[in-house]
């Protein structure tokens, strides 16, 4: 036995086995008995292995595997771990990226690490719980937070901030009455109780969505490029140690089961249980990590998410090129019931993996120790190459690491435009009436204020602390969320996510470059250099060719749109079967922008602050309602093409916003999405609690709805007309002036030349204090 | 000589960085003090930030008023040693019986994050005494177990005594007894606050400046001005 067992803080290590134990450990499944047993039927299809997967094991190991190699193939083979249907496509990624030199980590780590200047490092990532959230929406939720904020750990960084982006289905529908608060409230109080800020995210709802509700959690965190952790074992003899929350029986196959499985009448049967988590533990484990971080004392480090301690021990020991030897009844458990295959595939949360030097070990345990932070040795580090596990001195597991990590199955499955593509294009939204007069074209305003898509988000917002760590610059209702990262040199980043499932339906190609436009224009439109990307890609079934489809036109258009914006993917997540029965949801890629502010102080919001500053309409609008909220709101219709991408635009247009926020031009800003311009100038004047007068330039509906992209609106402050003017010219951005901020409410006039009856008056009037009424009452009345 | 105000950390502890951040634009020296030590290092005064000591297991507050360090502060604070409790401080001075009532779920049942109006209703504790009587602030609110209650004579004898030392201001937030954002015990130095004025000292990330008023006030009070 090594010294080195005797350093454990757990209770559980160091309990001798007694004679007693014999029984068990006889009935454990060896590496001996596989040999000397090959015919024995094993439940691959149950873990969710298929037959060729379960033969490719037997080949790879010569044998048939272990009950313990077999828990560890399924998880790190299963979809969510291994992206088997997904990584030949996202490849492109990589191949496509635009050649940067603020990357310092990219696709393949826990997460990305871009370079930000003075020395700081950013990384970032967002991924999905959409399932868990489904089947318990507290826990589910609560526990996608902890999972995201552990990757951000383990990369080296201080968490600072997360985000949501959440989608449900119809908001009246009851089953969105106890999914949506559930989500919510889980995300509130496992963010609120870690102390990381909640800054922005999105809120959307869709049929598509009732039985597959999106939660997708983006975390941030800061670093110093030197403090950079790497998912790598290195060393020979080097201790491999598990420190957090003990391991107990959650979510045992969720990573291969739960997570891959699509839901439907019969497959009831395979939703475990899902993680709960401790959002103490996860605190204690931050300032724990960051403290052996600070003092020297970690060689490589891996959180443990989806695939638990299988994951984590191939994972480092793959990512080092090394073998480690690993004693699996040292694991401290929750449950002493447990087996080692259990401990495998348990997903316990809040627990993190270690490889530090033999001389750094009691240092190791005395920090842990003084954040209460169970820690214990369970291995070393091997020149072997072998990823070796005992059970009370019986081998259990002898496989090469890369074998699970990294050699899984490949699949490219095929893919097919879907029946309907076609006609879904033709459907085209020209055909729906449009108001004209004053009257129905404030009241389609109205409704569309109050859908609760659109609605004030106050009552899931409030629920969530903004303001922890003193460092929040920018929160929602503003298009990004701001984060300080120098108090002395006021650098800062900015950070958006956005998606639009509807677009995304009718194009996938031209919904992905949509989503990340809108991000990467939401990042500019608050004043920030927007610098790189995290995805999120939640689709339908793989094995559906219509979705696959889906899945290989969005990855294409958010490569290609990447390479065009010159902003690079650092990584992000793929969640797969989202679909109830045989009908999947939009596909919905989630796309996350993050920008630099050398200045914080010059962040731009989008409150009309103060009187008499002059409002214009930036970029050029063309009749496009396809897939408009709109035409969701008031038809209940989604039809024809979405708004057209015109990336040279978006990138002008950032140019614009951002170098007229650094020179201080603009007293407002805010980018034209969901609404259009109608839903803008609304947000514009409640965010402010001042109104505005503007006059519309020609057809006042199309103006008003329209969802043509690469548009803002802004405020310009008096007398730097003539610079905005000119720097306006320089990038190429067309503009219209629309009015003057000002006054107690929404002041809309038709241009004169542009009406076609002077009788029919396209003007409107709609006093801030209805628009508050009208925008803030939805989100109340549906959840209490 | 710059005034010395301890913070002190508990495990859970979350805006114990910006108690000092705010202790520190007020022109005092942040010292941070550990749940862990039987030691108050000296200070001139003691901060017990907000966030969720011990995950909030048992009840808020519940364990750490057992914490080493309170051992020490306890006698401090009955000597007369200028304490100030936010949100979970404030909790943990209730749990310690430094103050009286208790903190319980919020009438909406939710956690709520919204910048609210307070009314100073007494400046005779050293965290007040920058303000006038009366006079309205904005900072911020965030808590999920903000309502205080407290029985009718102990809230009777809070406000015949002068004890109450912030109301709610054009609404009640979370069901507190009276409208009361924060009390004071008899002597006046230890306060609760349940808003979280540290994070209203810089337009930038809140609502103003009108939090940064305590802590003047406190280093005022303790360089005898």
């Not at chain 1, 496509?89 to 940067?100: D, G, I, V």
């Not at chain 1, 080296?156 to 985000?163: D, L, S």
């Not at chain 2, 297991?57 to 401090?76: K, N, S, W």
């Amino acid at each position: 036995m090594s010294p080195v067992d005797g350093a454990s803080v757990s209770p559980v290590d160091g309990t001798p086995v007694s004679p007693g134990d014999g029984a068990l450990v006889s009935r454990v499944d060896t590496v001996a008995r596989a040999a000397a047993t090959p015919g024995q039927p094993q439940p691959h299809a149950e873990l969710g292995l298929t037959d060729a997967e379960y033969a490719r094991i037997r080949e790879l190991l010569g044998r048939r595997p272990t009950d313990s190699e077999l828990a560890i193939y399924s998880v790190m083979w299963s979809e969510h771990c291994s992206y088997k249907s997904s990584k030949v496509h996202l490849r492109q990624f990589a191949e496509k990226a635009p050649s940067t030199r603020a990357l310092l980590a990219g696709i393949g780590q826990n997460a990305g690490v871009v370079d930000i200047g003075q020395g700081y490092a950013v990384t970032f990532k967002i991924e999905s719980h959409n399932h868990p959230s489904y089947v318990e929406p507290f826990q589910g939720a609560a526990t996608g937070v902890g999972g995201i904020v552990r990757d951000i750990l383990a990369m080296g960084a201080r968490p600072v901030a997360v985000m949501d982006a959440l989608r449900f289905g119809p908001a009246d529908a009851p089953d969105t009455r106890r999914v949506l608060p559930g989500v919510v409230g889980g995300i509130s109080f496992y963010g609120n109780c870690l102390g990381l800020p909640n800054i922005g995210g999105e809120l959307a709802f869709d049929p598509c969505y009732a039985g597959n509700p999106l939660v997708n959690a983006l975390c941030v965190g800061v670093m110093r490029h030197e403090d950079l952790k790497l998912a790598a074992a290195r060393g020979t003899g080097n201790a491999v140690i598990l420190l957090g929350s003990g391991t107990g029986p959650d979510g045992i196959g969720g990573a291969s089961v739960l997570a891959s499985a699509t839901f439907g009448g019969s497959e009831s049967a395979k939703r475990p249980s899902v993680q709960v988590g401790d959002p103490f533990m996860e605190k204690l484990l931050i300032e724990c990590c960051l403290e052996l971080y600070a003092a020297g004392l970690v060689v490589g480090i891996q959180d443990l998410g989806a695939a638990g301690v299988s994951c984590a021990t191939a994972e480092l020991a793959a990512g080092g090129g090394v073998g480690m030897r690993i004693r699996l009844e040292a694991v401290p458990l929750r449950d002493p019931a447990l087996g080692p295959a259990e401990i495998l595939m348990s997903e316990s949360q809040e627990r993190m993996m270690a490889i530090v030097e033999p001389g750094d070990i009691d240092r190791f345990l005395e920090i842990c120790a003084r954040w209460d932070v169970p820690a214990t040795v369970i291995g070393e580090v091997t020149d072997g190459g072998m990823l070796e596990m005992t059970w009370h001195g019986e081998q259990v597991v002898d496989i090469l690491p890369a074998s699970a990590a990294d050699d899984g199955p490949v699949y490219r499955r095929p893919a097919a435009r879907p029946a309907g593509q076609d006609q879904l294009a033709a459907s085209d939204p020209s055909a729906l009436p449009r108001p004209a007069a004053g009257a129905e074209l404030r009241a389609a305003l109205l409704a569309l204020l109050a859908s609760p898509g659109l609605a004030d988000k106050t009552w899931v917002t409030e629920q969530y602390d903004r303001h922890v760590r003193g460092d929040t610059v920018l929160a929602m209702p503003q298009d990004a969320g701001a984060i300080r990262v120098d108090e002395r040199t006021h650098l800062g980043v900015a950070l958006a996510t956005d998606g639009n499932g509807r677009y995304s339906r009718l194009d996938p190609y031209a919904g992905a470059q949509l989503a990340l436009a809108e991000a990467y224009r939401n990042v500019a439109a608050a004043g920030a250099v927007p610098l790189a990307v995290t995805n999120c890609l939640n689709f339908g079934s793989p094995e559906d060719p219509a979705v696959m489809w889906q899945f290989t036109e969005a990855v294409r258009g958010l490569a290609d749109a990447c390479a065009t914006l010159g902003v690079p993917v650092t990584g992000g997540n793929v969640s797969f079967y989202n679909q109830t029965a045989a009908v999947p949801i939009h596909p919905t890629p989630v796309v996350g922008v993050l920008g630099v502010h050398q200045d914080v102080r010059r962040r731009l919001t989008i409150g009309f602050a103060q009187d008499g500053d002059t409002v214009l309409l930036l970029g050029r609008t063309a009749d496009e309602l396809g897939g408009s909220a709109w035409a969701q709101v008031m038809h209940g219709h989604l039809g024809g093409r979405p708004p057209a991408v015109d990336l040279a635009a978006e990138r002008a247009l950032a140019a614009v916003l951002t170098a007229a926020a650094s020179g201080g031009l603009l007293s407002a800003a805010h980018d034209l999405s969901d609404g259009g311009l109608a839903i803008a100038l609304a947000e514009c004047c409640l965010a402010g609690g001042r109104g505005c007068r503007v006059t519309l330039p020609g057809d006042a509906f199309t103006l008003l709805f329209s969802e043509s992209a690469a548009r803002a609106v802004v405020a310009v402050r008096p007398g730097s007309e003539a610079a905005f003017a000119a720097l306006r010219d320089t990038h190429g951005v067309p503009a219209a002036t629309l009015g003057v901020t000002g006054g107690a409410s929404l002041d809309v006039r038709a241009s004169p030349a542009a009406s076609a009856s002077p009788k029919a008056s396209a003007n409107f009037v709609v006093p801030l204090d209805e628009l508050a009424d009208v925008h803030r009452a939805t989100l109340p009345a549906l959840f209490g | 000589m710059t005034e010395r105000v301890g913070i002190i950390t508990f495990p859970g502890s979350l805006d114990d960085s910006d108690a000092a951040r705010a202790v520190a634009r007020a022109g005092g020296e942040p010292v941070r003090l550990w749940h862990a030590d039987h030691d108050l290092r000296g200070v001139d005064a003691v901060i017990l930030p907000g966030g969720f000591s011990y995950g909030d297991y048992l009840r808020c507050g519940a364990i750490a008023r057992f914490a080493p360090v309170m051992r020490e502060l306890v006698p401090a604070a009955r000597a007369g040693l200028p304490v100030l409790g936010i949100c979970n401080g404030f909790q943990i001075l209730c749990e310690a019986h430094l103050l009286p009532g208790a903190l319980t779920r919020n009438a909406g049942l939710r956690f709520i994050d919204r910048d609210v109006r307070l009314r100073i209703e007494t400046t005779a504790t050293p965290w007040t005494r920058g303000f006038s009587t009366g006079q309205e602030i904005t900072v911020v609110l965030k808590s999920g177990e903000g309502a205080y209650v407290a029985d009718p004579a102990t809230l009777a004898a809070l406000a015949a005594g002068g004890q109450v030392v912030a109301r709610y201001s054009g609404g009640n937030p979370n069901g507190s007894a009276g409208d009361i954002a924060g009390v004071c015990n008899e002597a006046g130095n230890v306060v609760g606050l349940m808003p979280h004025p540290e994070h209203a000292i810089d337009p930038l990330t809140g609502p103003g400046t009108d939090g940064l008023g305590f802590f003047t006030s406190a280093l005022r009070a303790m360089a005898g001005q």
